[in-house]
């Protein structure tokens, strides 16, 4: 937690103003990057996970190849697991948006899923209820179409900015969903990351390539377990 408290208030204004801005044509464009890539996996036996996510799993600022989602596909091609990794990242990305975005993408059966949303709605002080019911709301449909879909949550947290009681609530959402659905947690995706200007870029929130080798390990030290 203490990571995260090094936050600084106009980094996370620059956060949402520069991710706030998701116009169709940006996401129309992320759709059909998404839809060639679930259609390429379908010509496979191998089996899909898909990380659904913001600009964080995105790997806003560098190439696709730098973000945490393409490392631990070599993670898993070297330890010669049969699993390909679909990157349904969008920057700005809300759970309400995310929610709104997600059934298309679960027209192909999805192994594994794994599910970051959830730090801009906390950076916006968006209802915390709100935010926990759109979650469990997308566990849920994940669910409904393949019952053995195995589901990690990325945790998150956020600075103070909220007030105490906000940002300790906001935290505690994502082990309480975990506890009730059974799911697999990755307890703070951005451990040993947040607050650290080395491991960031210039805005301070988003990691640099060297910072999102450190989430791949924090992803894969829960995502092996579960494979």
């Known amino acids: 937690m203490g990571d995260v408290?090094?936050?600084c208030y106009l980094s996370i204004c620059f956060l949402v103003m520069s991710c706030a801005g998701n116009?169709?044509?940006k996401i129309d464009k992320q759709e059909k990057k998404e839809s060639i890539n679930i259609e390429t996996q379908s010509e496979t036996s191998q089996?899909?996970?898909?990380?659904?996510?913001?600009?964080?799993?995105?790997?806003?600022g560098l190439e696709v190849e730098e973000a945490f989602p393409a490392l631990i596909q070599k993670k898993l091609d070297s330890a010669l697991l049969p699993y390909n990794v679909i990157n349904a990242g969008l920057s700005g990305e809300t759970t309400a948006s995310g929610k709104n975005?997600?059934?298309?993408?679960?027209?192909?059966?999805?192994?594994?899923?794994?599910?970051?949303l959830g730090a801009n709605d906390g950076l916006r002080g968006i209802p915390l209820d709100e935010t926990k019911k759109n979650l469990q709301n997308m566990i849920d449909e994940v669910k409904k179409h393949n019952p053995e879909v195995v589901i990690v949550l990325a945790g998150m947290q956020i600075p103070p900015n909220m007030g105490i009681d906000y940002t300790k609530d906001f935290q505690a959402i994502f082990p309480d969903l975990a506890a009730e659905n059974n799911l697999a947690l990755i307890p703070f995706l951005l451990k040993d990351v947040a607050g650290r200007s080395d491991l960031n870029q210039q805005d301070g929130i988003h990691p640099t390539a060297e910072g999102q080798k450190i989430l791949a390990n924090n992803v894969w030290e829960i995502l092996e377990e579960t494979l």
Do not use: C, H, P, Y
């Open 23 to 25: 116009d169709a044509k």
């Open 5 to 7: 408290l090094k936050f």
């Open 101 to 116: 975005r997600l059934s298309w993408l679960l027209k192909q059966k999805v192994d594994v899923f794994v599910l970051e």
């Open 47 to 60: 089996k899909i996970i898909l990380f659904f996510g913001n600009s964080l799993t995105a790997g806003m």
